[in-house]
């Protein structure tokens, strides 16, 4: 079962933004910052933003790779693990 997000006022986090900052950084866990009732923002812990970005990156590789490989551009898994073995044996 997914965990219910963590909800925030913008009125809360300008009277208290040192506490939700330290909140935020202690779970990891990311908090919608609401404004007029509605979601306005995300505020994530910098090791939590780095994590979503790299997996972002990695995703962004594979979606390029899936691309190719339907225009055909691709590589046979034959040839990709026979490069790999004279690379290997270049050692």
Not at 12 to 24: F, G, N, S, T, W
Not at 26 to 52: C, F, H, M, W
Request: charged share 35%; net charge negative.
């Amino acid at each position: 079962m997914s965990k219910v997000p963590d909800i925030v006022p913008i009125s809360d986090l300008r009277q208290d933004a040192a506490a939700i900052l330290k909140r935020v950084s202690n779970t990891r866990e990311p908090v919608i910052i609401t404004q007029r009732g509605r979601a306005s923002a995300v505020l994530l812990s910098i090791d939590a933003y780095k994590e979503t970005e790299e997996e972002r990156q990695i995703l962004k590789v594979l979606a390029r790779g899936d691309r190719e490989i339907q225009a055909g551009k691709g590589y046979s898994l034959d040839a990709v693990l026979k490069e790999a073995d004279l690379l290997l044996n270049e050692e």
